[in-house]
């Protein structure tokens, strides 16, 4: 019979954080290079009917988190520059 060896895995940890100067700028760009919308946080402005808020976004294997603002009403939807959080 043959010797049991204990089977060898590779391990991925997380990669490198990008480089600040890679980073998506705008949301729908960063929807396009993959990042994924892991939290939203809003809340309701009934004078202006308008919703204000953050969305949080996360890249799979990458540590770094971005945080965009946006404010949404009924017909539009406008992002502020993403920020990235660590």
Excluded: N
Aim: glycine fraction near 6%.
């Amino acid at each position: 019979m043959g010797a049991t060896h204990p089977a060898v895995l590779p391990t991925t940890g997380p990669r490198s954080v990008p480089d600040r100067s890679s980073l998506p700028r705008s949301f729908q760009e960063a929807v396009k290079l993959g990042w994924t919308v892991s939290r939203e946080e809003s809340a309701i402005d009934i004078r202006q009917r308008q919703r204000k808020g953050t969305v949080l976004m996360k890249l799979k294997g990458f540590p770094l988190r971005l945080r965009i603002p946006y404010t949404a009403t009924r017909k539009e939807w406008q992002f502020g520059t993403p920020e990235p959080v660590e």
